[in-house]
C-alpha cells in the first residue's frame, strides 16, 4: 500500500468515526427528550445534571432579555418590556429582577428568584428561609409603590401615575 492510500484510509475511518459519534450523539439526545421527567436507573444522575444546565442556562437567558429591556412572563412566556408591571397577555406581575447565582431549590435544585412561593422547575414549595435569603436580588430595580411601574434612580415622581417617591 502507498501512503496516498494508507492516508485515504485513515480519512475515511476518521469520517465513519465522526458520523457514529454523531448517531451516538443523536441517540443521547432522544434519550433525554423522552425520559427528562422522569429519569430512572443508571442514566437518572446524567439526566438530572442537564435537567440543572437547562434550567441554568433558562436563568442566564432570563437575564441576559432583562439587561436588554425584555421581562419574559412566568406564566404565558410572553415576553414584555422591562417597564410592564403585568404581562400584556395574561396580566400575570411579572418579575423585575433575575438571578444568575441566587438561592437553589432544596427539592431540584433549580434556581429561585426573589419572591417565588414555588420552584418554577419542580413546583416544591419554597421554605420561608429560602424565599427571605432569596430577597436579595442580584440587580435591583427601584418601582413605584402605587402603581409597580419602573423608575429612574434618581425619580423624585413616578412617570406613569404621579406618585411622590421618597
Known amino acids: 500500500m502507498s501512503n496516498n492510500e494508507i492516508e485515504a484510509c485513515q480519512r475515511k475511518y476518521k469520517e465513519l468515526e465522526a458520523g457514529k459519534s454523531g448517531i451516538y450523539n443523536t441517540i443521547g439526545r432522544l434519550y433525554f427528550e423522552k425520559y427528562k421527567d422522569s429519569p430512572e436507573g443508571e442514566f437518572a444522575d446524567s439526566v438530572n445534571q442537564i ?3 437547562n434550567e441554568e442556562m433558562k436563568q ?4 441576559i432579555k432583562f439587561i436588554n429591556g425584555i421581562v419574559v412572563c412566568t406564566n404565558c412566556g410572553l415576553e414584555n ?3 410592564s408591571s403585568f404581562c400584556s397577555g395574561c396580566g400575570t406581575r411579572l418579575p423585575h429582577t433575575y438571578s444568575t447565582d441566587g438561592m437553589r431549590c432544596s427539592n431540584c435544585g433549580g434556581l429561585i428568584n426573589p419572591g417565588q412561593k414555588f420552584c418554577g422547575s419542580c413546583g416544591a414549595a ?4 429560602e424565599t427571605a435569603a432569596a430577597a436579595e436580588p442580584v440587580s435591583q430595580v427601584k418601582t413605584c409603590p ?7 434612580n434618581d425619580a423624585v415622581f413616578c412617570s406613569e401615575c404621579g406618585t411622590k417617591i421618597d
Not at 402605587?146 to 429612574?152: D, K, P, T, Y
Open 51 to 53: 435537567n440543572k444546565i
Open 60 to 63: 442566564i437567558d432570563l437575564r
Open 81 to 83: 418590556g422591562v417597564k
Open 126 to 129: 419554597i421554605p420561608q428561609t
Open 146 to 152: 402605587n402603581c409597580g411601574c419602573e423608575l429612574e
